[in-house]
Nanobody, 127 residues
Framework: QIQLVESGGGSVTPGGSLRLSCAAI????????MSWWRQTPGKEREAVAG????????VYSDFVKGRFTISQDNAKNTVLLLMNSLKLDDTAVYYC????????????????????WGQGIQVTVSS
C-alpha cells in the first residue's frame, strides 16, 4: 500500500516562501504522475503542479506559473513544491497525489485519475 506523507506547511506573510515535501512510501511504478493539489472550504480541489515520477516532464496550472516549482529528490523518494511570491489566495490545504500507470499528460488536472492522496497540509498566507 503506497502512502504519501506531506510536510512543510505553515503560515507566511504575502510575498513569502514555503517549501512542501511529499514522502512516497512504497513501490511506485516508473510511469506515474506525482502532483500537488489544493482546496479551500466550499471549493473543489484544484491541481497545482505535476511531475513524472523519476522523469522530467513537469506541468503547472496557470495561476502558479513563475511562482511555484515542483521537483523530486529521487534518493529520498520525495516530491517537493517550492512556493515563492505567495499571495493571500494561495491559502489552502495542499495535498500530494499519485496517479498510477500514466504520465502527467493533458488530463493531469483531472481528480478522477488520482489513485492516492496524502492527508493534506495547511498553508496560510496572511498579513
Amino acid at each position: 500500500q503506497i502512502q504519501l506523507v506531506e510536510s512543510g506547511g505553515g503560515s507566511v506573510t504575502p510575498g513569502g516562501s514555503l517549501r512542501l515535501s511529499c514522502a512516497a512510501i512504497g513501490n511506485i511504478a516508473r510511469l506515474s504522475c506525482m502532483s500537488w493539489w489544493r482546496q479551500t472550504p466550499g471549493k473543489e480541489r484544484e491541481a497545482v503542479a505535476g511531475i513524472n515520477w523519476r522523469g522530467s516532464k513537469i506541468v503547472y496550472s496557470d495561476f502558479v506559473k513563475g511562482r511555484f516549482t515542483i521537483s523530486q529528490d529521487n534518493a529520498k523518494n520525495t516530491v517537493l513544491l517550492l512556493m515563492n511570491s505567495l499571495k493571500l489566495d494561495d491559502t489552502a490545504v495542499y495535498y500530494c497525489a499519485l496517479a498510477f500507470g500514466r504520465s502527467c499528460g493533458d488530463d493531469w488536472y483531472e481528480p478522477e485519475l488520482i489513485n492516492r492522496w496524502g492527508q493534506g497540509i495547511q498553508v496560510t498566507v496572511s498579513s
